[in-house]
């Protein structure tokens, strides 16, 4: 069973900086896709980035230029580096990670970390 661990946010003034870490664990396996997603209360989760094993990254138009994904030095592991920070960037932010297993792709999710940014 794959875990992911997630570490690093917290609370920042506006135009801040802070670094969410992930570390998947229990696979043998390279994963698929990593990423960051975001929620607030009444809201539905978000696209916030995502990376492949090939580096490949998406992000959300809300993020461009100020936010990058990376793969981190130790296998299946991503990081999410966060810059000019905005109020409106506040949420619980979850790690995703898409695994093959058993001949398919499973998704899975960190129980989230939260991130407050400071007016």
């Known amino acids: 069973q794959v875990q992911l661990v997630e570490s690093g946010g917290g609370l920042v003034q506006a135009g801040g900086s802070l670094r969410l870490s992930c570390a998947a664990s229990?696979?043998?396996?390279?994963?698929?896709?990593m990423g960051w997603y975001r929620q607030v209360p009444g809201k539905q989760r978000e696209l916030v980035a995502t990376i492949t094993t090939g580096a490949s990254t998406n992000y959300a138009n809300s993020v461009k230029d100020r936010f990058t994904i990376s793969n981190g030095n130790a296998i299946n592991t991503v990081y999410l580096q966060m810059n000019s920070l905005k109020p409106e960037d506040t949420a619980v932010y979850y790690c995703n990670a898409v695994f093959p297993t058993g001949g398919r792709l499973t998704n899975y999710w960190g129980q989230g970390t939260q991130v407050t940014v400071s007016s």
């Open positions: 229990g696979s043998i396996f390279r994963y698929n896709t």
